[in-house]
C-alpha cells in the first residue's frame, strides 16, 4: 500500500508539473491569440452593426454577411496558433520520453487535427455569436426598446467579447477561445507522440490530471480523473480521449510506459 500511495504521489507531482510547464510555454501564445479574438470581435460587431437597419427582421442574414466578410480574422489566427501549439506539445512529449525525436506537422493525425479544428471552431464561435445576438435583440423587441438602443446592446456584447468581465480564470470569450484552443492542441501534440510511441512497440497507458482546486468546474473531469490509467487506446469516462473536456478546462492528460510491460 506505502508504494502504490509512493505512486500515485510521483504521479501527481509529474502532472502537477506538466501543467506548470504546459502553461508557461503557451503563455504567449494565449496572449496572442486572445488579441487577435479580440479584434476579431471588434471587426465583426461593427460590420454587423454597420449592415443592421431599423428594420430588424431579416438580421441573421445580414449576421451571416459579416461573419462571412470577417472569416478571415477569425480563421488565419486560429490555424497559425493550433500549429504552434501542436509542435509544443509534441515536442515537450518527445522530451519527456527521454527520445530523440521533434514533432512533425506533416504527421497525418496532425494534419486532420489541423484541418478539422480550424474552420469548424470558428462556425462554433459565430453560431454562439448569434445566439447572444438573438436574446440580445429579441429583449430589444419584447422590450419595446428603440433600434438605436437594441443597436448600442448589440455593441456593448461584442465589446464583452473582446474584453468582458473576469470570471474566475476566464476574462472574455476572446480569453476562453485562446485558452481553449491553445490547450487542446497541445494535448492533442503529446497525443500524438504517445501514439507515435506506441506505434514503435511500446505499451502506452495514461491518466487524467485535473488542477485539484475549488475552480475545477467539471463533474466528468473528477470522474476522468478517478479512473487512474488506463490502456492508451480506450476512451475517459467522459468519451474524450484526451483533455480537454470543455472550453477553458486545465486539466492535462499523463502519458507513460505500462509499468512490467516488455
Not at 17 to 36: P, S, V
Request: some cysteine; glycine content about 8%; aromatic content about 8%.
Amino acid at each position: 500500500m506505502l508504494a502504490l500511495d509512493l505512486l500515485n504521489a510521483t504521479d501527481r507531482f509529474l502532472g502537477e508539473a506538466q501543467m506548470t510547464r504546459r502553461d508557461r510555454q503557451l503563455t504567449y501564445l494565449r496572449a496572442q491569440l486572445e488579441r487577435d479574438m479580440r479584434d476579431a470581435f471588434y471587426a465583426q460587431g461593427e460590420v454587423f452593426t454597420g449592415k443592421l437597419q431599423p428594420t430588424l427582421p431579416g438580421w441573421e442574414g445580414l449576421f451571416d454577411e459579416a461573419a462571412e466578410e470577417t472569416e478571415d480574422l477569425f480563421v488565419k489566427p486560429i490555424v497559425k496558433t493550433i500549429k504552434l501549439a501542436l509542435t509544443i506539445g509534441g515536442d515537450a512529449m518527445w522530451r519527456a520520453a527521454q527520445i530523440v525525436g521533434s514533432f512533425d506537422l506533416a504527421n497525418p493525425l496532425a494534419v486532420r487535427y489541423v484541418a478539422e479544428h480550424g474552420a469548424e471552431m470558428v462556425s462554433k464561435i459565430n453560431d454562439t455569436t448569434r445566439d447572444y445576438l438573438r436574446t440580445v435583440i429579441q429583449r430589444g423587441v419584447d422590450e419595446g426598446w428603440s433600434y438605436d438602443r437594441i443597436a448600442k446592446a448589440i455593441t456593448e456584447r461584442y465589446s464583452e467579447f473582446a474584453v468582458g468581465r473576469p470570471q474566475q480564470h476566464i476574462d472574455s470569450r476572446a480569453h476562453m477561445i485562446a485558452v481553449t484552443e491553445t490547450g487542446n492542441a497541445y494535448e492533442a501534440g503529446n497525443r500524438i507522440v504517445a501514439e507515435s510511441l506506441g506505434g514503435y512497440g511500446l505499451d502506452m497507458e495514461k491518466s487524467w490530471l485535473t488542477a485539484q482546486d475549488d475552480r475545477v468546474c467539471s463533474d466528468e473531469c473528477q470522474v476522468n480523473e478517478a479512473q487512474g490509467w488506463i490502456p492508451m487506446q480506450e476512451p475517459f469516462a467522459s468519451g474524450h480521449q484526451q483533455p480537454l473536456a470543455h472550453p477553458a478546462c486545465r486539466c492535462a492528460a499523463l502519458y507513460r510506459r505500462k509499468p512490467g510491460a516488455k
